[in-house]
């Protein structure tokens, strides 16, 4: 029952994929490559076709347009492919008989395969538990379930192959990095500065606090290279958990950020000192049991009857 997008599931299977030699392969942070395209230079990205196909090039492109998103109004009909929750994906591909201009080639280890592996690593498994052999080989196609939200051993065993043999890091589930350390993991090895909080689960802390607010309503998660740069100098977080030192009223501001993919709601922004609302900016539902207990306040670890499983709910809002 995880939040799903028609846009999020539609992604391309790299043609080429047994041509490439395992040396050519990029790894998780190789800058040469596009990972998504939220990184620099990368709205399209290309890969070279084998010799004999009609065209030679395959190129990759992202086509929403989030500019259509009214402050506001997130979940509005201009927005089906910028709520909170859904990341910029390549989602339409064309093929080109020359390599378009600074066309930067396609990465094989995609942040929206690594974001779907933390997805599902958490989460209830239809026919699980998986076992999952350790010398699987990779596939460039999509993974799918059957059904949106559901999650099975083949897809969660295609991940950690695809992760092993493209990313290049080890996909035991007891160790692999969740979506905010990921995030600063992935970051900092670009040289980029990232300054948001992760809790001790690896999520991004619920509520951040800094001198400056970001603004009103993001109606996106932020692009990469925002999040770790332009963004994250002005807003100096600092810790805001109990036992630790917030700043004084007047002094600076806190915020709500949405744990899994880090949105920054500025529209929640209190004086520092206060305690913001982020009833309307957590996404329980992509919390595992765990991080879903530790959000009591928001959250709900609930048994599905239908599903014959647990999954983490948002409370009711408060009369």
Request: glycine share 6%.
């Given at each position: 029952m995880r939040q799903t997008?028609a846009?999020?599931?539609?992604l391309?299977?790299?043609?080429?994929?047994e041509?490439?030699?395992?040396?050519?392969?990029?790894?998780?942070?190789?800058?040469?490559?596009?990972?998504?395209p939220t990184?620099?230079?990368?709205?399209?990205?290309?890969?070279?076709?084998p010799?004999?196909?009609?065209?030679?090039?395959?190129?990759?492109?992202w086509?929403?347009?989030?500019?259509?998103?009214?402050?506001?109004?997130?979940?509005g009909p201009?927005?089906?492919?910028c709520f909170?929750?859904?990341?910029?994906w390549?989602?339409?591909?064309?093929?080109?008989?020359t390599?378009?201009a600074?066309?930067?080639?396609?990465s094989?280890?995609?942040r929206?395969?690594?974001?779907?592996y933390?997805?599902?690593?958490?989460?209830p498994?239809?026919?699980?538990?998986?076992?999952c052999?350790?010398?699987?080989?990779?596939?460039?196609?999509?993974?799918?379930?059957?059904?949106p939200?559901?999650?099975?051993?083949d897809c969660?065993?295609?991940y950690?192959?695809?992760?092993?043999?493209?990313?290049?890091?080890?996909?035991?589930?007891?160790?692999?990095?969740?979506?905010?350390?990921?995030d600063k993991?992935?970051?900092?090895?670009?040289?980029d500065?990232?300054?948001?909080?992760?809790?001790?689960?690896g999520?991004?802390?619920?509520?951040?606090?800094?001198?400056?607010?970001?603004?009103?309503?993001?109606p996106?998660?932020?692009?990469?290279?925002?999040?770790?740069s332009?963004?994250?100098q002005a807003?100096?977080?600092?810790l805001?958990?109990?036992g630790?030192?917030?700043?004084?009223?007047?002094?600076?501001?806190c915020?709500?950020?949405?744990?899994?993919y880090?949105?920054?709601?500025?529209?929640?922004?209190?004086?520092?000192?206060?305690?913001?609302?982020?009833?309307?900016?957590i996404?329980?539902?992509?919390?595992?049991?765990?991080?879903?207990?530790?959000?009591?306040?928001?959250?709900?670890?609930t048994?599905?009857?239908?599903?014959?499983?647990?999954?983490c709910?948002n409370?009711?809002?408060?009369?």
């Amino acid at each position: 029952m995880r939040q799903t997008c028609a846009l999020a599931t539609a992604l391309f299977s790299f043609a080429v994929a047994e041509e490439i030699a395992p040396a050519e392969l990029d790894s998780w942070n190789a800058t040469d490559f596009c990972h998504s395209p939220t990184d620099p230079d990368c709205e399209q990205c290309c890969i070279e076709n084998p010799s004999g196909s009609d065209r030679a090039w395959t190129v990759l492109s992202w086509s929403g347009d989030c500019s259509k998103c009214k402050p506001g109004d997130p979940y509005g009909p201009n927005c089906a492919n910028c709520f909170p929750g859904v990341q910029q994906w390549y989602n339409e591909e064309s093929e080109e008989a020359t390599k378009p201009a600074k066309c930067k080639p396609c990465s094989q280890c995609l942040r929206r395969v690594v974001s779907d592996y933390q997805q599902t690593m958490t989460d209830p498994i239809s026919d699980g538990p998986c076992t999952c052999d350790p010398t699987q080989a990779p596939k460039d196609r999509d993974c799918s379930c059957g059904a949106p939200g559901v999650d099975c051993c083949d897809c969660y065993c295609q991940y950690q192959a695809d992760i092993r043999a493209y990313c290049k890091l080890d996909p035991d589930p007891k160790t692999f990095p969740r979506p905010c350390v990921y995030d600063k993991m992935y970051n900092e090895s670009r040289g980029d500065e990232f300054t948001l909080e992760c809790d001790k689960d690896g999520y991004y802390k619920l509520e951040q606090c800094g001198k400056v607010a970001p603004p009103k309503l993001p109606p996106s998660p932020p692009p990469t290279q925002v999040v770790a740069s332009a963004a994250t100098q002005a807003h100096m977080p600092m810790l805001a958990a109990e036992g630790h030192r917030r700043l004084q009223p007047g002094s600076g501001w806190c915020w709500c950020t949405e744990p899994t993919y880090g949105v920054q709601n500025g529209t929640t922004a209190v004086h520092a000192g206060a305690r913001a609302d982020c009833t309307h900016t957590i996404q329980c539902d992509l919390l595992p049991e765990g991080a879903c207990k530790t959000r009591k306040a928001l959250c709900n670890w609930t048994y599905i009857e239908f599903d014959q499983g647990y999954e983490c709910l948002n409370l009711p809002q408060k009369a």
